[in-house]
Every structure is written in C-alpha cells, then in structure tokens.
C-alpha cells in the first residue's frame, strides 16, 4: 500500500484514539460533569431569590442534564456526554442571557465554551467529519455571542427579571470568573493530557512493545550519543556487546512463538535485575540484544559483567506452559578505537558473537585474533 493510500486510511488508523471522547480520561470527564452540577446547584438557588421563574425550571433541567451525563460517562460513552454537555451550556447561555439580562454576563460563558470546543479542532488525528462538526458549531458560538449584544441593544429581551444595577454587576463578575475561570481550568487539563499523551508516543517510539525495554531505535540513538561524547571529550572508554539466544529458532519451532516471546520477556527480566550495574541494553532484532557498557569500567570489568549475565540465563528456568526450559546465550564485545563509526563498532561485537557461536554457543567472547586482524587491516585503508 502506497503512502498516499494510507493518508486516506489514517482515520480508521486512529479510531481506537478518536472514539474515547477525544483527549480527556473518563475520570476529568466526570470532573468536568460534577462541576458544572455544583455551578448548576448554585445558580438553582440564585434563580429562586430573583423569583425568575422560567430559569428556576430551566435550571432544574440543566441539573437533570449533568445527572445523566454522568451516567452516561460512566457507561464509557465520554464522547456523547461531550456533545450533551455542550448543548446544554449553549442553550442555557441563550436563555440565561435573555430572561437574567445581558448585563449580568451569562453570555461570557461561551468564551469557555468556545475553547472547549474550538482547541480538539487542531488535533491531527481528528477526522475530517469531527472538524466540520467543531468547525460549524465554532461559528454558531461566535454568532450567537455577537447576536445576544444585537438583541439586547435592540431591547429584544424581557426586562421582567433583570436584577438591579448592582446586583448585575457582581453577577457579571461572577460570571467572567466562571467564564474565564473555565478556560484556565480547561487549558491546564488540556495541557496535563497533552504531556501524558506524549509521555505515552514517547514510550511507544523508545520502547519494544514485547519485552519493555529500549527498542533499537532508541539504544541506537543512546550509542550515537556515547561516541560523540568519546569524540569531544575522550573521557572513559566505550564498550558494546551483542546477545544472541542460543538456538532460538528450535524453541520457536518446538514450543510455538509465543514461548518464544515469553522466554523474552524472561531475559529482558534478568536484564532488568541487572541494571543496578549501570550497563544501558536494548532489544537490538530478533533475539539479539546490545548492550552498552557502564561507564568507568574497564574492558576487561565488562568481560566479567557480560560473563556474570551468560552464567545467570543458563542457571534460569524459563518458565512456560507448566514447562521448564533451559536456554543458553552467546555474547560478543568491542572496544571503541579512534576513529570508528557506530556501525564500525557494533559490527565487531557482532563479528565476535559468530565466533562464539561457531565455538560452541554458550559464550562470551571479546577478543579475537581473527577479528582484530581484520579491523587493522581496514583501519589501514581508511
């Protein structure tokens, strides 16, 4: 499938994103819901003492709205309960606006409506039906703003129960702190799921979904760091070795892929048991593995550690289907030489695990004559 065949399948690829009410968790959408109620319960008891009767039953509805909102979230369905919510904050604008007065500021709410629904529109992974939705109902937001200033200069609205001059103004002021009160509560929420979103696109792109250590993007970009900083500073020396399981491809034919990936899993544990030593490991393909070595300490410190981690995975039971196996590995180590690329280096360790293979398996080796041969000879042509 080419490029532009998967731009045109993008939505259904982000469908296990879009379908869960955009970027909040059920639990800030049941926040959300809760506040708007107490707010609700609020103005129910401010509606009473002005006696306007019309919102005191609007009110009661607006209440009954945010009661089944909640249900609804909790059913899962946040992305529903979104749409509900916003229509009724809407329509309870409008008709706050027009029975309270436009001088006590209900209409300043829509700049939080506004936000909450206009910031999901630069999302990329919105579809394209979503932002004509936030698109249109963006623009009927503003209208209605610019329309309820219309009508109330053209004294449109009743007059019957708008509180006196000063009561209008401490209601306006409440209700700008409730307006602008939403914004900054919702940008702060926006932006605390925007880092966990890219918390977890973080972890997706450095980390290897099965064993849930470094990928080999990431421990690639780790060891390209390592050689600048030996190139700039040439402090502590530079050390990488590569892990291959013993045979891997019986246990996979033998026991079926998935005791493969469990015995995986297994060795990335031991690794992980092992990262106190301050050794970097990544999955580097397959069931290859690289590791780099702590720093300040020296090749032959490394020899031991490697030699430490090889005797740890023949000792393990690897445990799968009520069965115990039994694996080995083999292990192949490089020094960094001036002047060596990445590849250059990771070539000879993995130059070393064939030898150690080719000897038998179940081995660490990080010398060789063979090999250290064949280096001289190409540095020498460099």
Same mark, same amino acid.
């Given at each position: ?25 059920? &639990? ?62 809407? %329509? ?172 995986? &899993? ?22 290859? %593995? ?72 179940? &081995? ?19």
């Amino acid at each position: 499938m080419d490029n532009n065949n998967q731009n045109l399948n993008s939505s259904r690829v982000y469908n296990d994103i879009t379908e869960d009410g955009d970027y909040f968790t059920q &639990k800030q959408y049941m926040m959300i819901a809760i506040s708007f109620l107490i707010t609700h319960v609020f103005f129910e008891g401010f509606y009473i003492w002005l006696s306007c009767t019309p919102m005191i039953y609007l009110n009661i509805v607006s209440m009954l709205v945010y009661v089944v909102s909640i249900f609804i979230i909790r059913s899962g369905n946040t992305l529903r309960s979104v749409w509900f919510m916003a229509l009724e904050v809407y %329509f309870h604008i409008i008709l706050a606006t027009v029975f309270v007065g436009i001088k006590s500021g209900f209409q300043l709410w829509l700049f939080g409506t506004f936000a909450s629904i206009f910031l999901p529109y630069f999302m990329p992974y919105m579809s394209s039906k979503q932002r004509r939705q936030i698109g249109n109902f963006s623009i009927i937001i503003v209208l209605t703003f610019l329309m309820l200033h219309v009508c109330a200069d053209l004294k449109m609205f009743p007059t019957t129960y708008n509180p006196d001059e000063r009561m209008a103004r401490v209601l306006y002021c409440i209700n700008a702190l409730i307006g602008f009160g939403a914004i900054t509560l919702y940008t702060a929420v926006y932006n605390q799921s925007m880092a966990h979103k890219n918390e977890e696109l973080r972890r997706l792109a450095d980390y290897d979904f099965l064993t849930e250590i470094y990928n080999r993007q990431r421990v690639q970009r780790i060891l390209d760091k390592e050689l600048q900083r030996k190139n700039e500073t040439d402090e502590n020396d530079l050390f990488v070795a590569i892990l291959d399981v013993d045979f891997f491809k019986n246990i996979n034919d033998t026991y079926g892929h998935i005791a493969g990936d469990n015995v995986l &899993k297994q060795l990335a544990g031991i690794f992980k048991k092992n990262s106190s030593k301050g050794f970097i490991y990544g999955r580097w393909g397959g069931e290859e %593995f690289l590791l780099i070595a702590p720093e300040d300490i020296s090749y032959e410190e490394f020899g031991s550690l490697l030699e430490d981690i090889r005797s740890q995975v023949e000792e393990t039971s690897f445990h799968e289907d009520g069965r115990d196996l039994k694996i080995t590995v083999s292990i192949g180590a490089a020094a960094y030489r001036d002047g060596m690329t990445a590849e250059e280096l990771v070539n000879l360790a993995d130059e070393r695990l064939y030898i150690a293979k080719e000897g038998g398996r179940n &081995k660490v080796v990080v010398n060789s004559r063979e090999v250290e041969s064949k280096v001289r000879i190409q540095e020498g042509e460099r």
